[in-house]
């Protein structure tokens, strides 16, 4: 059996002081391997507070371990700003160095280890889903019974339409990005003109304007700049952020060249207008009806927008 490895390597914590394996004995503990721009540990959020808050009182402790993806999300003061802002009131460990992540010998975000009272790990289990086989390992190890939790979960935390998912995470940063479709390609660490083509085959996606495409985002160097993408989903969002100093930017998303009217995401009017503030994921597009095809075009009113990556649900 796998034990619980050290916790030392984590750069700090949040909501609690220290924790070692040695204080955890005796508890049930919940590990879970998150950070705050991804989707898919969005979607499983609402879960872990909720079992995190029904299950305190019988003995379950839970640790939430935030291995950051982007450059942003290694800024303690952009994470503690998140935690609070998602309600997460359980203890944090900042793994910025991916210690405690090569500690467990993850791979993924989110991750879910449970942990018995003598610090052996008993269940994992790895993306979303599996909500009741988690639930009911956290109730054989804590010793009860009972029904599971119910979620009314919210916004970005709202499951994924799965069968209507036909478009996959897309990286706009040189280091992962795929299908990129301005002519001439990309061209990465340079400033450079690019335009977008008349038409885009599906899950393909473009920059219009002056960029610069970085190893994780692709900076928008001056207003009016846009990027498009042709996508098959219910929503559409993007991890959006601002150079330093140019915060808020201004953004406007057309769907199919129209304002999205009632198929607007939660961080967008119906006309499309929506603003850059924090360094975060934004949801761009949620339709409400049938999918199909759709083009989807971001352009942003001022400069000093960073975009990383199109996750879709």
């Known amino acids: 059996m796998t034990h619980v490895?050290?916790?030392?390597?984590?750069?700090?914590?949040l909501n609690s002081e220290p924790r070692s394996p040695e204080?955890?004995?005796g508890h049930v503990v919940l590990f879970d391997f998150w950070t705050f721009t991804c989707i898919n540990w969005l979607r499983t959020a609402p879960y872990?507070?909720?079992?995190?808050?029904?299950?305190?009182?019988?003995?379950?402790?839970?640790?939430?371990?935030?291995?950051?993806?982007?450059?942003?999300?290694?800024?303690?003061?952009?994470?503690?700003?998140?935690?609070?802002?998602?309600?997460?009131?359980?203890?944090?460990?900042?793994?910025?160095?991916?210690?405690?992540?090569?500690?467990?010998?993850?791979?993924?975000w989110p991750a879910v280890y449970l942990a018995d009272v003598d610090?052996?790990?008993?269940?994992?289990?790895?993306?979303?889903?599996?909500?009741?086989?988690?639930?009911?390992?956290?109730?054989e190890l804590l010793g009860v019974d009972g029904d599971l939790v119910s979620v009314e979960p919210s916004g970005l935390e709202v499951a994924a339409k799965w069968d209507d998912v036909e478009s996959p995470e897309t990286y706009v940063g040189y280091r992962q990005a795929e299908r990129f479709a301005s002519p001439g390609d990309a061209v990465p660490n340079e400033r450079h003109a690019y335009v977008a083509p008349e038409t885009l085959g599906r899950n393909q996606w473009a920059l219009a304007g002056e960029w610069t495409i970085r190893q994780q985002p692709a900076v928008l160097h001056?207003?009016?700049?846009?990027?498009?993408?042709?996508?098959?989903?219910?929503?559409?969002?993007l991890v959006l952020a601002a150079e330093d100093g140019a915060s808020p930017i201004r953004f406007r998303a057309l769907l199919d060249g129209e304002a999205p009217g009632a198929s607007h995401g939660d961080d967008v009017d119906e006309e499309g207008n929506g603003t850059v503030s924090?360094?975060?994921?934004?949801?761009?597009?949620?339709?409400?009806?049938?999918?199909?095809?759709?083009?989807?075009?971001?352009?942003?009113?001022?400069?000093?927008?960073?975009?990383?990556?199109?996750?879709?649900?």
């Open 278 to 313: 924090d360094p975060r994921l934004y949801g761009v597009i949620r339709q409400p009806g049938g999918i199909t095809d759709r083009t989807c075009e971001v352009t942003f009113l001022d400069s000093g927008a960073k975009v990383y990556v199109f996750t879709f649900g």
């Open 222 to 237: 001056e207003a009016g700049g846009s990027i498009t993408y042709r996508f098959h989903a219910r929503d559409l969002n």
């Open 23 to 25: 204080d955890l004995r």
């Open 119 to 139: 610090g052996g790990i008993r269940f994992e289990h790895f993306g979303e889903g599996a909500y009741e086989d988690t639930e009911r390992a956290i109730q």
């Open 48 to 108: 872990i507070r909720a079992w995190a808050a029904k299950y305190q009182e019988h003995g379950l402790v839970t640790i939430g371990i935030h291995t950051p993806e982007f450059d942003f999300e290694h800024d303690l003061e952009n994470v503690t700003r998140m935690v609070q802002q998602l309600g997460v009131e359980y203890p944090v460990a900042i793994d910025n160095d991916y210690a405690v992540w090569d500690a467990f010998a993850n791979s993924y």
């Open 5 to 13: 490895p050290l916790l030392e390597g984590a750069n700090g914590w």
